[in-house]
């Protein structure tokens, strides 16, 4: 019954001692809370960090695997995000009646799949009789190497024990796991991940991928915005991952086989490139020694390269029109460097000034004033921030206005960024608003713990969660003028819109049912 | 780095989980132990066995300090210092289903109107103005049976942010401009609200449950909106304030300095006006199978849906654990069956809502390709059957009991949660200790229980299958799901006479 506005992915406490104007109260409150971090980093890469609250018998975690659908290999998007949910399948030792005769029928699986997909994809002289008896082998060995399994039991023993909200996210930078337990089963749970983490079993691989397709036609095919997004990202970029499907272009994530789900695994879930976070009713003097037993079981190696590819600077505008039966929206994206650049706060700036609440620009010009939007926002880094990402731009008409009346609001405000300063009021406004959301983002076990997992591996050091204020502090309005002009000009476009099609859908069809 | 002014939903990003796989529970304050074993088929060691459970932590909720003023008001105050912040709510009953249907989304305009209008001395952009320059918000907001404000900032800032709020909850002065601002919006809604299959499915499916003119399935239109004026909105706040409100305060604050504040503001009002007993009725869906045609999707959004309970059903406690083993995460019976022997869905799941003072719904959603419709619809149906036909084993009910009783924990493992949870019963007149009374019963469930539960809330016969999909794609047709002939819904949205405010003709 009370908005609450964390801000997950931001933290800090640390610079806040620096700050005179904030009580002295809660600077200490702040100092305690930094001495409730551990960190530690096992012989075989891994980094633990234990943030100690002691408010409630309950502990989150996240595990930050710092590899996402941007390391998919060629032909094979969509990898990282199947292998995450192989990691709910369990293990050799849960999940399985005889993990012996499993791994055996599991190889049988494999090889009637591989023999399957020779046939298919053969350019000439496919056999659709052939075909349907590979199928039936396929089918058959998928059903031998079920009759081990006991479904979802990896789940089912961690809901059992009070595992709440269960689930992981991958994105194009990385994969995260994470639930919260009653503290009593910490131990329990570090036998659940460190297992799932070492010792991955591709069961039932060919049934979750159908459930990944149909997670692709809710998500993506049958949304009008992820259709958009889908499209505007694969026209902004020509060169780097961040312009491929992140959940996978159809045609190849219904064609991942098990063997590279666990080739991605063997590659990228090493300790080197791990850190998990445990935020709660934890204590480093005696939990640490545990979790070092079981999280040591991960196999040692350093972090795997980075992709490399680089995109070219874009030279030429591009847009996308798509014309159908929805209403329409535009959107518009700008490529602007990762945020490792020194600017990286500046566009937090630009973003927070356009598009933060009703005192934001895009609100007050767009939809208040000119009152030709319903919704009007600019936002980044999108799709990701490990790598040059875009500033992107994104408007939804009142009815009667059009995505071309949108795109030319936005570049006038756009263009008063270039010509004018900000005001001092907007930029102390973003400076206030980034430290109170980042203490905000405190209040909750599982948000912190995201944060103190990503901000460990990005920079290295989850101090730089708090020193990121010293970042906002330092961006001036002559930066935000600078970085709008390098940043939005033309040749550095891509728009994409829904122009709704006049065309009723009675024309189409009789609009009977089926 | 940071995520500010980034859109909620923006960014790529694919879960395991769905967004509306959730378990329907709620909490208790009572702490337990348990071992980590449950009932499973044979099989090899099982190591995660031999792990110890020690006693949990001994743990002590904090309740929050109730004050009944003498008109009826009633004050939590629920302090937590861990944070520089302060939080506050006022409750005032009555929303949306008690509104003119001739105005339906009055109660949507009001509560964005009442906060952009502002007050006489101060108007809503000036607030907005002096708020954010201090990361504070003040927000007005609706619901079906209520609407509330809440304000929150910087502990520094309190006292001024209490004010500001209390002089827009008892003094806004409605203007014209923001009213035609806020339809503006809702028209915008109404005429997209054709454009996406999952809130398609969702209004659909209410409507089908309660009827389309009920209190809680009715939608706003163009023509309704455009009725509502100015008057309209301040006629519904001065009756609004004579219920009976309940204020919450959370966070960083004196609590003797707070209390005669808030009793201050509040004590001097005439006594509460006690809501009038509502007559509604809940006939339930008329059984069959509907369609609406959408030809942009290549998935179907498949709803099960029938009439349900509330909580104060004497058989709430086995109803929760119904809905566990039918719907309630990774071991339940729909997402076994549908999601991971059959690879049909990623969004499967389903149950009785259990709402607090009218019967809920009853749904099961399944979202499959289009080829697939007739498939996982009737699996999901012959699941639904089953409630009453395939006996619920012990493993069944000890596996829902421990995942409901194990994480009970977490509908009150801070003190904000439980200030919720305080602020919820009392004002649907729930008694104080519901959750403890609740979790004993959901201990003592037994599988006749469950049995009896399921016989007496299950009606597979007066059951309504609704599809949204696209029609040339669906093969085999629905007609195959043995429901009768499959009966279209025409969802065209009704134009005005004349224009919408402010807008013009809508675009559909």
């Not at chain 1, 149909?214 to 505007?232: A, Y």
């Not at chain 1, 020194?342 to 005192?359: E, H, Y």
């Not at chain 2, 989304?105 to 607030?127: C, F, I, K, N, P």
């Not at chain 2, 609590?255 to 809501?275: K, N």
Request: charged share 25%.
């Amino acid at each position: 019954m009370r908005p609450r506005s964390f801000t997950c992915y931001s933290t800090g406490l640390w610079l806040l001692f620096l700050l005179p104007a904030w009580p002295a109260a809660s600077a200490q409150n702040l100092q305690s809370f930094e001495k409730r971090i551990t960190v530690k980093v096992l012989p075989n890469g891994l980094t633990l960090i234990l943030c100690e609250r002691h408010d409630a018998p309950v502990f989150s975690f996240t595990t930050f695997v710092d590899a996402g659908d941007v390391d998919d290999p060629s032909g094979e998007s969509g990898l990282a995000h199947m292998f995450e949910h192989l990691a709910f399948k369990g293990t050799s030792q849960i999940g399985t009646t005889d993990y012996a005769a499993e791994k055996i029928a599991l190889a049988r699986v494999e090889a009637a799949n591989d023999a399957y997909e020779a046939e298919y994809l053969k350019p000439v002289g496919r056999s659709e009789a052939r075909l349907k008896i590979l199928r039936s082998a396929f089918l058959a060995a998928q059903d031998e190497a079920e009759k081990y399994v006991v479904p979802n039991q990896f789940t089912e023993v961690a809901e059992a024990n009070g595992a709440n909200d269960v689930n992981a996210a991958t994105g194009l930078d990385d994969t995260q796991y994470y639930w919260s337990m009653p503290e009593n089963r910490l131990e329990l749970w570090a036998w659940l991940e460190s297992s799932r983490l070492a010792d991955v079993v591709p069961r039932e691989f060919y049934k979750e991928r159908d459930v990944v397709m149909e997670e692709r036609r809710m998500r993506v095919d049958s949304d009008p915005i992820g259709r958009l997004e889908e499209q505007l990202l694969a026209t902004a970029y020509v060169a780097h991952n961040y312009g491929r499907s992140d959940i996978g272009w159809p045609s190849e994530v219904s064609q991942i086989t098990a063997a590279e789900a666990m080739a991605f695994h063997r590659k990228y879930y090493v300790g080197g490139n791990i850190v998990i976070a445990i935020v709660g009713d934890v204590s480093p003097k005696t939990d640490l020694p545990m979790l070092e037993k079981y999280f040591s079981r991960i196999p040692a190696g350093p972090r795997p390269e980075d992709m490399t590819t680089v995109e070219p600077p874009q030279f030429a505008e591009k847009s996308v029109v798509i014309r159908e039966q929805t209403q329409p929206v535009y959107m518009e994206g700008y490529h602007r460097p990762s945020y490792r650049d020194p600017d990286d706060a500046v566009f937090d700036a630009i973003s927070d000034i356009l598009s933060n609440g009703r005192v934001s620009r895009l609100y007050r010009s767009l939809v208040e004033q000119q009152q030709i939007a319903a919704e009007a926002q600019g936002f980044s880094p999108f799709p990701g921030e490990k790598y040059p990402s875009l500033f992107a731009f994104y408007a939804q008409p009142l009815p009667g206005h059009s995505p071309s009346e949108m795109r030319e609001a936005i570049h006038r405000e756009i263009d008063k960024l270039k010509t004018a300063d900000v005001t001092g009021a907007e930029l102390q406004m973003f400076k206030t608003r980034a430290r109170a959301d980042i203490l905000r983002g405190l209040a909750d076990n599982q948000g912190l713990a995201d944060s103190l997992a990503e901000y460990q591996t990005r920079y290295g050091d989850w101090r730089e969660l708090f020193l990121q204020l010293d970042r906002v502090d330092r961006v001036t309005r002559a930066d935000i003028r600078r970085v709008a002009n390098n940043v939005f000009v033309a040749s550095n476009r891509t728009s994409a819109e829904i122009d709704t099609d006049p065309l009723p859908a009675a024309a189409r069809s009789d609009g009977a049912a089926p | 780095m940071m995520r500010v002014g980034m859109p909620l939903n923006w960014g790529p990003r694919v879960r395991i989980f769905g967004p509306g796989s959730g378990r329907l529970i709620a909490g208790c304050l009572a702490a337990s132990a348990a071992i980590a074993s449950s009932v499973l088929p044979a099989q090899q060691s099982r190591p995660w066995e031999q792990i110890p459970i020690p006693p949990l932590h001994a743990f002590h909720p904090q309740q929050p300090k109730r004050i009944e003023l003498k008109n009826g008001i009633v004050i939590f105050l629920q302090e937590d210092h861990e944070l520089p912040f302060i939080y506050g709510s006022v409750l005032v009953p009555g929303g949306s289903r008690d509104e003119d249907p001739a105005k339906a989304g009055l109660v949507g305009l009001y509560s964005q109107a009442w906060r952009t209008s502002g007050t006489a001395s101060m108007d809503g952009d000036a607030m907005d103005d002096l708020l954010e320059s201090k990361a504070a918000h003040i927000e007005t907001d609706g619901d079906d049976d209520s609407t509330a404000i809440s304000w929150d900032s910087l502990t520094s800032d309190a006292d001024q942010v209490f004010s500001l709020a209390m002089d827009l909850f008892f003094h806004p002065s409605f203007s014209a401009a923001k009213l035609e601002l806020a339809k503006q919006q809702e028209a915008a809604g109404i005429v997209r609200r054709n454009d996406d299959e999952d809130e398609i499915a969702g209004r659909e499916s209410a409507k089908l449950v309660y009827g389309a003119g009920s209190p809680y399935a009715r939608q706003p239109e163009l023509a309704t909106i455009a009725a509502v004026t100015v008057s309209d909105l301040q006629a519904w706040h001065d009756r609004a304030l004579k219920g009976k409100l309940i204020v919450g305060i959370y966070g960083d604050f004196d609590p003797v300095a707070t209390e005669a504040r808030v009793r201050a503001a509040f004590e001097d009002l005439p006594p509460v006006t006690p809501a009038p007993p509502r007559h509604d009725e809940f006939p339930g869906p008329r059984p069959g199978v509907y369609f609406i045609d959408k030809e942009d999707v290549n998935q179907s959004n498949v709803q099960i849906v029938g009439i349900g309970v509330d909580r104060r059903n004497p058989d709430v406690a086995a109803i929760a654990i119904i809905n566990e083993i039918l719907g309630g995460g990774f071991g339940s019976r729909l997402f076994v069956k549908i999601r991971t022997e059959r690879g049909l869905a990623y969004d499967v799941d389903g149950g009785f809502g259990l709402t607090y003072d009218h019967p809920g719904t009853f749904q099961v959603e399944a979202l499959t390709a289009s080829e697939k419709t007739v498939d996982a619809a009737k699996l999901a149906l012959a699941e639904i059957a089953a409630l009453n036909t395939r006996p619920f084993t012990p493993a069944e009910l000890k596996r829902a009991k421990d995942d409901i009783l194990n994480s009970f924990i977490f509908e009150y493992d801070t003190k904000d949660k439980i200030l919720d949870e305080s602020e919820r019963l009392e004002f649907y007149g729930y008694p104080a200790g519901y959750l403890e009374a609740y979790h004993a019963a959901l201990e003592k469930v037994t599988l006749a229980d469950l049995a009896a539960a399921a016989g007496k809330y299950v009606h597979p016969g007066k059951l309504a299958v609704l599809v949204v999909g696209n029609g040339p794609q669906i093969k085999p047709g629905l007609d195959n799901l043995g429901m009768g002939a499959p009966q279209p819904i025409d969802i065209t949205i009704p134009q005005p006479s004349a224009p919408p405010a402010g807008g013009g003709a809508a675009e559909n």
